[in-house]
């Protein structure tokens, strides 16, 4: 592990990130996935999604920016939400374009919206980790896609000139699966899909602001308090969380799952011992100290230990 040990992502979305002047992470982040290196965050929106309390896990950050061509655009980033996950990301840019269309206003100033999920969680079954979606219309009969063009005008020109450009108004979706990544980096965007899943920067890294993000998410910056709350938030994620998920995904009955939840752990059932292995393995790849572990799991820091590295996850 390196030295260097960044706050998770989505915790720094309910923190640090939300100070304006930290926005340059979130447009290093942008601009990687949207390959636009000339984004600019101009606002946070006031939401009442935008909580940041620690046990707020299924928060979104609703943002106005600006891209290279100067359109504004409304991006919403939303942390994991296992129930009925598709149906909130509907429901969510909806309001958006909802909200922030006046009253009255034409119908022609309708904002563009993209939704963007980091999942610490498996939706759906596919072989990619990050995916992308729209609305798109093709013939029954032809299977060909519908375009629509609009007219704009070249503000450059002299005389009045236009050109025609595909209209592309409807919502798009990136979700982002965190645990399917394969730690291989190919594209820019994989830089930042790294930090999320090892909370920390791959060697030689150089997408726009990721040297940034290095400095401001690191674990060394936090106080006293900050770190009290950052390791709370964390034993939730691992006791509500990846433990529950990772159990529903191997089989475990529904008995041993509320046994992971209560924290009943006893040692006695073989279902008590696998939940207690899966929290610990979880709660490591989340960030959890071996101390705070021991104390969780009310077992030893040696047996934390010896857990594990029959996990590989240490030596």
């Not at 980033?77 to 598709?86: P, V």
């Not at 691992?238 to 046994?259: F, Q, W």
Request: hydrophobic residues 35%; negative net charge.
């Amino acid at each position: 592990m390196s030295k260097n040990k960044l706050i998770r992502f989505d915790w720094a979305m309910k923190t640090i990130l939300r100070d304006k002047a930290n926005f340059d992470v979130l447009e290093g982040f942008l601009g990687a996935l949207l390959e636009d290196d000339q984004i600019k965050i101009l606002n946070i929106l006031e939401s009442e999604s935008n909580q940041k309390t620690d046990d707020d896990k299924f928060n979104r950050v609703d943002l106005l920016v600006q891209d290279k061509n100067n359109r504004k655009i409304y991006i919403e980033i939303q942390n994991t939400r296992e129930s009925d996950y598709l149906e909130s990301l509907l429901y969510c840019t909806s309001k958006i374009i909802v909200d922030h269309q006046k009253l009255g206003e034409d119908f022609r100033d309708i904002s563009k919206v993209i939704s963007i999920s980091i999942m610490y969680f498996n939706l759906g079954l596919g072989d990619d980790y990050i995916y992308y979606g729209t609305n798109e219309f093709y013939g029954l009969n032809t299977h060909s896609k519908l375009l629509v063009k609009k007219r704009v005008e070249l503000l450059e020109s002299i005389e009045p000139r236009y050109k025609f450009e595909e209209k592309n108004i409807f919502p798009e979706y990136f979700l982002i699966t965190v645990e399917r990544y394969k730690n291989i980096i190919q594209r820019r965007i994989d830089e930042w899909i790294y930090i999320f899943k090892n909370n920390e920067i791959a060697e030689g890294s150089t997408s726009k602001n990721i040297d940034k993000a290095g400095q401001k998410l690191a674990e060394l910056n936090m106080t006293q308090g900050e770190r009290a709350t950052y390791e709370k938030y964390l034993i939730n994620i691992a006791r509500d969380r990846d433990a529950i998920n990772t159990a529903k995904e191997e089989g475990h009955d529904e008995g041993k799952i509320k046994g992971i939840i209560e924290g009943k752990i006893e040692g006695k059932l073989e279902g008590k011992t696998e939940g207690i292995e899966l929290m610990i393995v979880n709660g490591y790849k989340a960030g959890i100290s071996v101390e705070v572990l021991s104390a969780m799991a009310q077992i030893s820091p040696e047996k934390v230990n010896e857990i594990l590295r029959n996990h590989d996850l240490i030596r």
